[in-house]
């Protein structure tokens, strides 16, 4: 096999953001404590060129490189593209946080972008090993940003219990691989699909391998029960690092599950079908009954992420290209929702406070009118009312479901949102209904409040006018 140069341009975006890694992190060593804004703007406008790199190489047509083990396809082409978007509001969030506690240093920036590149890697892979690789990139990246605050013993804590925990589900997921390797006898997806479609007396180990695929999917989502990680990380996390956990990842997550189950292991859909339907169900049910109890907001959060995964679940196990559509549409809205809940946090948050507490909210609505609106807005798309973008997101996925004759599974998706919708709104009546217990004045650069403004008014918009995305979403899913 000859090796081509043209074979490279459809990966010139994964090259491209790991020469911006490298380049944040040289860059990082010859600056002082007053220049360390500039790695902070390289990497945002290498963000900018990444995503421009990406339209360039986009297409209708699918292009495999890398002998087989790389795809670039219309849905690594949309996802990488939301991971930009999404990623650039991180860093511009969490700049001011991480200045006020003096953590305001490249390494955030370069361990984020080496994480978005696992990311990527995740997207465009068309082999189990690439996968693999991709997903231990990723993280690699993730338990370090945890750990990034040193001198917290709760952040070491959190980074401590993921690294276990992540480990235990990385070994699963490859022990999975595995067992499907040695039935199919293939790495790349479309060898291992059709072997699935003919596994002859290889079924049985087919599904045992299945099992711990799902299992190393699910982990990655935070769903029940494999969740136990999701509210001690993302509390015990600085607020920097639990906005870019909280979102970014969930779009990855779906393309794992896209790639693993429904590009490789799509005749067995009936058995991974109803293992979707259990993650769910539990998912749904102990996420938004959990997160009543909570009075930390980053806890809260975490549960109600788990519960959003029961949702985004239910796209994918209803088998359907409408299905797949609503899922992915789902991922990218409730991506730019975590990120913008998170930001508000942040927001809040100054020198020496967390704004963590529930407390910490009571009387918004008068110490800054236009954020406590953003919130609201935020909050009502989490909660699922119309017209914004959440109301929409859950809409689509209960019909994909309702298709297949699983109105079972609706009518209880439908039950627990309502009882989800319970601690969002406590959230808005804190803010408008009871008194202030700080009328310390909000601590962020004009960037910052400009992009949670367009982050808060981007859920409104996308729930007047969903259709742009819901036909790119399609476009992607084809």
Same mark, same amino acid.
């Given at each position: 096999?000859?090796?081509?140069?043209?074979? @490279?341009?459809?990966? @010139?975006?994964?090259?491209?953001?790991?020469?911006?890694?490298?380049?944040? +992190?040289?860059?990082?060593?010859?600056?002082?404590?007053?220049?360390? /804004?500039?790695?902070?703007?390289?990497?945002?406008?290498?963000?900018?060129?990444?995503?421009?790199?990406?339209?360039?190489?986009?297409?209708?047509?699918?292009?495999?490189?890398?002998?087989?083990?790389?795809?670039?396809?219309?849905?690594?082409?949309?996802?990488?593209?939301?991971?930009?978007?999404?990623?650039?509001?991180?860093?511009? &969030?969490?700049?001011?946080? @991480?200045?006020?506690?003096?953590?305001?240093?490249?390494?955030?920036?370069?361990? $984020?972008? *080496?994480?978005?590149?696992?990311?990527?890697?995740?997207?465009?892979?068309?082999?189990?090993?690439?996968? &693999?690789?991709?997903?231990?990139?990723?993280?690699?990246?993730?338990?370090?940003?945890?750990?990034? %605050?040193?001198?917290?013993?709760?952040?070491?804590?959190?980074?401590?219990?993921?690294?276990?925990?992540?480990?235990?589900?990385? $070994?699963? +997921?490859?022990?999975?691989?595995?067992?499907?390797?040695?039935?199919?006898?293939?790495?790349? =997806?479309?060898?291992?699909?059709?072997?699935?479609?003919?596994?002859?007396?290889?079924?049985? #180990?087919?599904?045992?391998?299945?099992?711990?695929?799902?299992?190393?999917?699910? =982990?990655?989502?935070?769903?029940?029960?494999?969740?136990?990680?999701?509210?001690?990380?993302?509390?015990?996390?600085?607020?920097?690092?639990?906005?870019?956990?909280? !979102?970014?990842?969930? +779009?990855?997550?779906?393309?794992?599950?896209?790639?693993?189950? #429904?590009?490789?292991?799509?005749?067995?859909?009936?058995?991974?079908?109803?293992?979707?339907? /259990?993650?769910?169900?539990?998912?749904?049910?102990?996420?938004?009954?959990?997160?009543?109890?909570?009075?930390?907001?980053?806890?809260?959060?975490?549960?109600?992420?788990?519960?959003?995964?029961? =949702?985004?679940?239910?796209?994918?196990?209803?088998?359907?290209? %409408?299905?797949?559509?609503?899922?992915?549409?789902?991922?990218?809205?409730?991506?730019?929702?975590?990120?913008?809940? *998170?930001?508000?946090?942040?927001?809040?948050?100054?020198?020496?406070?967390?704004?963590?507490?529930?407390?910490? &909210?009571?009387?918004?609505?008068?110490? !800054?009118?236009?954020?406590?609106?953003?919130? +609201?807005?935020?909050?009502?798309?989490?909660?699922?009312?119309?017209?914004?973008?959440?109301? *929409?997101?859950?809409? *689509?996925?209960?019909?994909?479901?309702?298709?297949?004759?699983?109105?079972?599974?609706?009518?209880?998706?439908?039950?627990?949102? /309502?009882?989800?919708?319970?601690?969002? @709104?406590?959230?808005?009546?804190?803010?408008?209904?009871?008194?202030?217990?700080?009328?310390?004045?909000?601590?962020? $650069?004009? %960037?910052?409040?400009?992009?949670?403004?367009?982050? $808060?008014?981007?859920?409104?918009?996308?729930?007047?006018?969903?259709?742009?995305?819901?036909?790119?979403?399609? =476009?992607?899913?084809?």
């Amino acid at each position: 096999m000859q090796f081509q140069v043209s074979n @490279l341009i459809p990966v @010139l975006p994964e090259l491209f953001v790991l020469g911006l890694a490298c380049a944040v +992190l040289l860059t990082d060593l010859f600056v002082t404590d007053r220049q360390r /804004i500039l790695p902070y703007g390289l990497a945002q406008v290498g963000l900018v060129v990444a995503a421009v790199l990406t339209l360039w190489v986009a297409g209708p047509e699918r292009q495999v490189v890398l002998d087989g083990s790389y795809v670039r396809d219309p849905m690594s082409d949309v996802l990488k593209l939301a991971i930009f978007v999404v990623t650039f509001a991180v860093f511009v &969030y969490a700049k001011d946080y @991480l200045r006020q506690r003096e953590l305001f240093k490249g390494d955030f920036y370069a361990l $984020g972008l *080496f994480a978005m590149l696992g990311m990527m890697v995740v997207v465009s892979a068309n082999s189990l090993l690439a996968i &693999y690789l991709g997903l231990e990139l990723l993280a690699l990246c993730l338990y370090a940003l945890v750990a990034f %605050d040193r001198d917290s013993p709760l952040a070491s804590e959190a980074a401590m219990k993921y690294y276990v925990l992540g480990a235990l589900a990385s $070994g699963m +997921l490859l022990y999975g691989m595995s067992m499907v390797y040695g039935a199919t006898g293939a790495l790349d =997806f479309p060898s291992v699909a059709r072997a699935v479609a003919d596994p002859g007396d290889q079924r049985l #180990v087919l599904v045992f391998g299945l099992v711990f695929l799902v299992i190393g999917i699910a =982990f990655k989502f935070g769903a029940v029960p494999f969740h136990m990680w999701v509210p001690d990380v993302y509390q015990g996390a600085p607020t920097a690092t639990t906005v870019f956990l909280g !979102s970014v990842p969930k +779009l990855a997550a779906f393309a794992l599950a896209m790639r693993l189950l #429904v590009d490789g292991m799509g005749a067995l859909h009936a058995d991974w079908q109803g293992m979707l339907v /259990i993650l769910a169900v539990l998912s749904m049910a102990i996420g938004n009954l959990v997160a009543i109890a909570q009075a930390n907001i980053k806890r809260m959060l975490a549960y109600s992420t788990i519960s959003h995964v029961g =949702f985004l679940l239910l796209g994918l196990l209803a088998g359907t290209g %409408d299905g797949y559509t609503a899922a992915m549409f789902y991922a990218i809205v409730y991506a730019l929702m975590a990120t913008g809940a *998170f930001g508000i946090v942040m927001l809040l948050s100054r020198a020496g406070f967390e704004a963590e507490s529930l407390a910490d &909210y009571k009387g918004l609505g008068q110490r !800054s009118p236009w954020f406590a609106g953003m919130m +609201l807005l935020l909050m009502f798309s989490m909660a699922g009312v119309p017209p914004t973008a959440g109301f *929409f997101a859950k809409l *689509f996925v209960l019909q994909a479901v309702v298709a297949v004759d699983m109105v079972w599974l609706a009518v209880a998706a439908v039950a627990f949102s /309502i009882i989800g919708a319970f601690y969002y @709104l406590r959230i808005v009546k804190l803010m408008y209904f009871d008194e202030p217990e700080s009328q310390e004045p909000l601590q962020a $650069g004009w %960037d910052t409040r400009a992009l949670l403004s367009l982050n $808060g008014l981007a859920m409104l918009y996308f729930g007047v006018f969903p259709a742009g995305l819901l036909a790119a979403c399609n =476009f992607a899913v084809g």
